[in-house]
C-alpha cells in the first residue's frame, strides 16, 4: 500500500469540501429559483444567486471539515471494505453536527420549544453535501494511491 503524504490528504479533503458545497449549494439555489414563478429568466441573475449562495455554503461547511480533519489525518488504507465505512462514516459528520447543534438551541431554551424552524431540511442539506464531499475525497485519495502505485511499478 502506497501511502499519500498527510498535507495531500488534508489539501484534497478542503477541495473535497469546496466542490461538494458548490455543487449541493448550486443544486438547493436553482430548485429554489425553478419553483418560484416570480424569479424571471436572467443568466446573470442565476449566476450571481448562485455563486452568493455557493459561498454561505462552503463557508458553513468548514466547521464540519474541521471535525473531520482528525479523520482525514487517520485514514490510508481505501482497500476492500474500508472504503464503503468511510463513505458511510463521513456522510454522517454534516447531519450529526446540524442536528446536535438544533438539539442544543433546543434545550437551552428557556421553554424547550423543540428543534428550531428548518433545522430538518438544514440535516438533509449537511447530508447531501457530507455524502457527497466524502464520495470525492475517497475518490482523490483513491485516484492518488493509483498514480503512486503505477510510479513505483515504473520504477
Known sequence: MLMVRWWKRLFYSLISVVIGAGICGAFVISQQM???PHTPF?????????????YWVVLLSLPGWLLAIPAVLLVKDLSRWRFWVYLALGSCIG?????????????????????????????????????????????????????????????
Open 42 to 54: 436572467s443568466p446573470q441573475a442565476w449566476f450571481g444567486s448562485i455563486v452568493f449562495f455557493d
Open 95 to 155: 447531519p450529526v453536527l446540524i442536528l446536535g447543534i438544533a438539539l442544543y438551541s433546543a434545550l437551552s431554551a428557556p421553554s424547550f420549544a423543540g428543534f428550531p424552524q428548518n433545522s430538518m431540511s438544514t440535516a438533509g442539506l449537511a447530508a447531501g453535501i457530507s455524502c457527497l464531499t466524502t464520495l470525492i475525497y475517497l475518490l482523490l485519495l483513491r485516484r492518488a494511491q493509483g498514480l503512486g502505485f503505477k510510479r513505483v511499478a515504473a520504477v
Open 34 to 36: 425553478i419553483a418560484n
